[in-house]
């Protein structure tokens, strides 16, 4: 049978869980990290920065044929079944539901605030739906590496525009073209307020995956001060979007946003309400334990 991960999205590739074995045949790298855990399982060390690195290079080789993905070093590593798990919830969304009206193709056009250096929604979305993306940034590092990307991969050559934001403070701003418009924009905001409020869920998240209490906080997944945290937090972040939403509401057919905590929630849903629109929705997300939504709305 299985081990098919609690809360995944059905379409999600990685729902039946890791084949190690796998994994490990075609993407040799992975190997030395892979054990057998206290469940007699092949696993790796997920408090390990390189084993999870080792794991997504594997993951996006094998299932989604993209040969050469790496980050700089201290930059996020994404988990990639949580980020596949975003786009499938958009193509609901666009589809209304109807997993046979779920739009592919280049037509459908992403804007993708914040793609950051590892470029994880458009190499997912352009091989499990073809979607046009369009990616904005604003820290310049992190932008010419996924301009490597590009350049390396035919189809995020085709598939993909990079922009550079250079204001902290704006979504839409100085990125958009004159008379464009996207089918959806998505974003996974900094969910920090501080360094000291980042540095402490770093902490704690190592501490959940087994890792020493006494060791340097380095976060399995890494992240940069603009991937981690802003000022405001999650919530200021948020509202921003909302806002410039309102401004140019026929922009997106949907704007979504990735809100990790609960508690923001009746904030943004008077935000949501104070800028006139039309529609919106939370869509729940899990991963395993983790609890998260997407919040989606429309003018």
Known sequence: MPNIKSGLHPRNRHRAGYDFARLTARSPALAPFVAVNAYGNASIDFSDPAAVKALNQALL??????????????????????????????????????????????????????????????????????????????????????QGFVRADATLAVRLKLRRQRSALAMFRGVIEPGETFTACICNPPFHASPE?????????????????????????????????????????????????????????????????????PAISRALLEAGVTESRVLPMAQGQKQSRIVAWRF
């Open 61 to 146: 080789r094998v299932d989604y044929g993209f040969q050469a993905w790496d980050i700089p070093p201290g930059y996020l590593c994404p988990p990639i079944p949580g980020r596949a798990d975003y786009l499938h919830y958009v193509a609901d969304l666009l589809s209304g539901d109807d997993e046979r009206a779920i739009p592919r193709g280049a037509a459908t056009a992403i804007l993708d605030i914040g793609v950051g250096s590892n470029c994880i929604y458009p190499i997912l979305g352009s091989r499990d739906y073809d979607w046009s993306f369009v990616g904005t940034e604003t820290d310049p590092v992190a932008l010419q590496h996924a």
């Open 197 to 265: 409020e980042a540095a402490a869920g770093t902490r704690r998240k190592v501490r959940n995956l087994g890792g020493r209490r006494d060791a340097p906080p380095v976060l399995n997944f890494g992240g940069k001060n603009t991937e981690l945290w802003c000022t405001g937090g999650e919530l200021a972040f948020v509202r921003r979007l909302i806002a410039e939403s309102a401004q140019l509401p026929s922009l997106c057919r949907w704007f979504t946003i990735l809100v990790s905590k609960g508690a923001h929630l």
